[in-house]
């Protein structure tokens, strides 16, 4: 074993590695070990950094595809001697692209992705902090056991509840159920509270399929004319309901077709909160579409619901584990994860 802990910096682009273009604004262009070099007292760290550049896109035009891929780049980097891995990447998916990686990667070693809200032009940059603070945390025993990992502003937020909350501020990433599982202050890593259950899906490897997921949210007056046309051209859906998982009436007979054909998964639009099981009774209500097959997403928000029930489907999943996978991930039901447990919680180190 090194004398240090190993992390290996992965960059994919975003806001943190982009320059001033000459057609103006600004796009990604700065290596991994570019934005390495820009982070003061980084040396200071009792770590060995490696630095891979892996893509250079903007954070809206990163696929599932590329995160498979990111996988197993990961994993070669785990059975290694590389104690912890950093993502850096743009801000606009990070709480789609993080759960990913936390639903793929099963090891103990934390997987932190990171990345910035002001680019490297602008007086006050915070990538460098940021990525200063999410090395600390992959390089930590107290972070191992936790899964992949959101570090913004000196938070750790768990992939699983983070969510962007603002357009432009430096401290848009909060945890809505839950809060943060703690901070990094004065250069240490302060956890101070635990996820009780990590859940993994199968093999990244085994994900052929590419199905058509839609997200389809409710809003006033709207008579379903367009959701019977997404329906007909989807492989599953993610529904956002009103408040804890309501839908116009009119919606009724399309969700009740759709969910007799394909998975059909439903959840609250409101950003945190769980979508319920069965107190209100009227038609598009909670409990009416999990009476016609809907299934219901808890905690889990519409992004991280779709990710889930994307990679599900492209591991092969039959309905029965993708009902288990989404009722169990969002704490909304005592269904049991259809795959392999992932040990919780800190490791004895």
């Known amino acids: 074993m090194p004398e240090f802990p190993r992390v290996l910096v992965i960059g994919l682009g975003g806001t943190i590695a982009m320059t001033a273009a000459a057609a103006g604004g600004v796009t990604p262009t700065l290596s991994a070990q570019q934005l390495l070099d820009a982070v003061p007292g980084l040396t200071d ?11 250079a896109k903007p954070g809206a035009s990163l696929t599932i595809e590329d995160l498979v891929e990111l996988t197993g780049v990961i994993r070669k980097a ?18 789609e692209t993080a759960y990913a990686l936390d639903l793929l990667h099963s090891g103990p070693q934390p997987v932190v992705v990171t990345g910035a809200m002001r680019n490297p032009t602008l007086a006050g940059a915070d990538g460098p902090a940021n990525l200063l603070a999410a090395v600390t945390v992959a390089a930590s025993p107290a972070a191992r056991g936790l899964g992949s990992l959101v570090v913004m502003a000196d938070e750790v937020h768990a992939a699983r509840r983070v969510r962007k909350t603002h357009a432009t501020s430096v401290t848009t990433f909060v945890s809505p159920n839950g809060g943060p599982l703690g901070y990094v202050v004065e250069g240490q890593v302060r956890i101070l509270s635990r996820l009780l259950d990590r859940y993994a899906l199968p093999d990244p490897g085994h994900l ?27 492989d599953a859906m993610v529904i956002a309901g009103f408040g804890v998982g309501h839908v116009p009436e009119a919606w009724v007979p399309t969700l009740a077709d ?68 989404i009722t169990t991930a969002g704490a909304a039901s005592a269904s049991a994860w259809p795959w392999p447990a992932v040990a919780a919680g800190r490791e004895q180190v």
């Open 258 to 325: 759709a969910a007799r054909r394909m998975p059909v998964v439903l959840t609250s639009r409101t950003g945190s909160g769980p979508a319920l099981t069965s107190t209100y009774g009227f038609p598009g209500s909670e409990r009416d579409l999990i009476s016609r097959g809907l299934i219901p997403a808890g905690y889990l928000d519409p992004f991280k619901a779709r990710i889930l029930l994307r990679l599900a489907l492209g591991a092969g999943a039959d309905q029965g584990q993708i009902s288990d996978a």
């Open 208 to 234: 052929g399929s590419e199905p058509r997921v839609a997200l389809y949210t409710a809003t006033l007056d709207d008579d379903g004319h367009i959701l019977s046309a997404v329906a007909e051209l989807a």
């Open 78 to 95: 785990f059975a290694s001697d590389v104690a912890g891995v950093v993502i850096t990447q743009g801000t606009d998916t990070i709480e």
């Open 45 to 55: 760290l009792e770590s060995d950094l490696d630095a891979l550049s892996f893509r």
